[in-house]
Antibody, heavy 120, light 112 residues
């Protein structure tokens, strides 16, 4: 059974860089069917797709965040990571990592999510 | 970007009664490969989202058959034939046809 778990600081200061890691267990992150994505959900608002990455390291980002986002993968650790620079209060959200089937175009399963608050 | 609009925002339902959720996209979700990449997710209180259906009506293993997905083009529907207590939560549609991937605003199903 595939499981994903987000980890990282729950509090980030404005203008700094938010960094999160997603650890995948129960399956290799190297796959011919799946890639790996990040989604966030500000309190009371809808889900927002941030980006996705293949095991090769090729990433696709939401244009609304592209200038500030970097997603990377470490296949040796079965992990992928998110960096979001120059954060503001608007980046406060629950951040989820999830597996993405790039043939059928769906997300499942999702990690439990981690709340990141941007505040001084 | 494709905008996904869900209605209603909230659906109070009596146990055992049906519920229906509508999802409308701002443009057709038919991909150039002929498939329609519309999925439905369920988020129970305190839980992450969970995939219920992909490509409109393909049910994931373990999803009760009281749930059904239907629709085409720009109009899609998730139905629960008889709502049970465990169905309480927020339901989201998501389109995977075009980047950026986008989600509907969510519909909260609650028991009257």
């Amino acid at each position: 059974q595939v499981q994903l778990q987000e980890s990282g600081p729950g509090l980030v200061k404005p203008s700094q860089t938010l960094s999160l890691t997603c650890t995948v267990s129960g399956s290799s992150i190297s796959s011919t069917t799946y890639c790996w994505g990040w989604i966030r959900q500000p309190a009371g608002r809808e889900l927002e797709w941030i980006g996705r990455i293949y095991d090769s390291g090729t990433a696709t980002y939401n244009p609304s965040l592209r200038s500030r986002v970097t997603i990377s993968v470490d296949t040796s650790k079965n992990q992928f990571s998110l960096k979001l620079s120059s954060v503001t209060a608007a980046d406060t959200a629950v951040y989820y990592c999830a597996r993405y089937d790039f043939w059928q175009n769906w997300f499942d399963p999702w990690g439990q999510g981690t709340l990141v608050t941007v505040s001084s | 970007d494709i905008v996904m609009t869900q209605t209603p925002l909230s659906s109070p339902v009596t146990l055992g009664q049906p519920a229906s959720i509508s999802c409308r996209s701002s443009q057709s979700l038919v991909h150039s490969d002929g498939n329609t990449y519309l999925s439905w997710l369920q988020q129970r209180p305190g839980q992450p989202p969970r995939l219920l259906f992909y490509k409109i009506s393909n049910r994931l293993s373990g999803v009760p058959d009281r749930f059904s997905g239907s629709g085409a083009g720009t109009d899609f529907t998730l139905k629960i034939s008889r709502v049970e207590a465990e169905d309480v939560g927020v339901y989201y549609c998501m389109q995977g046809t075009q980047f950026p991937l986008t989600f509907g605003g969510g519909t909260k199903v609650e028991i009257k």
